[in-house]
């Protein structure tokens, strides 16, 4: 999608009574979300994410003076060992949809053992475990975008 499209889509968006828009076509995917009257005067900035059509739909970012709130108000760090995300990408708890997940909780995992997918530039990338453990729990939601760095699975 052309960045002329683009600008074309916001500007329909913030002039007319639409709080979201999101199109999907051949090359990507485009959501654009209207920031609420309320927030507006904190952060005017509407704020729009294209992605591929397998990767994360857009979400507005977090103005600047609301980042501290959400640090404070974030869930504790996850305790036990860690299994983090190696790339951005979409997370897959199977090899195909309707398929067996790879691990559930409470499964016995060895090292070198593969327990998802992440999907990243349409390239389906099979993560193995670095650590031996049972699954405690698993952090990421089937089909969700996850970042780099980010803990999919605890182990114990």
Known sequence: MDLRKLKTLVDLVSE?????????????KVRIVKTPPALAQQAPV???????MSAQQGVPMAPATGIAEAAASAPPAPSGKLIKSPMVGT?????????????EVGDTVKQGQAVCIVEAMKILNEIES????VVKEILADNGQAVEYGQPLFVLE
Request: charged residues 20%; negative net charge; glycine residues 8%.
């Open 16 to 28: 007319s009574n639409i709080s979201e828009l999101e199109i999907t076509e051949a090359e990507g």
């Open 130 to 133: 670095d650590i031996d453990g």
């Open 46 to 52: 509407q704020y729009i994410a294209a992605a591929p």
């Open 91 to 103: 997370f897959y708890r199977s090899s195909a949809p309707g398929a067996k997940p790879f691990v």
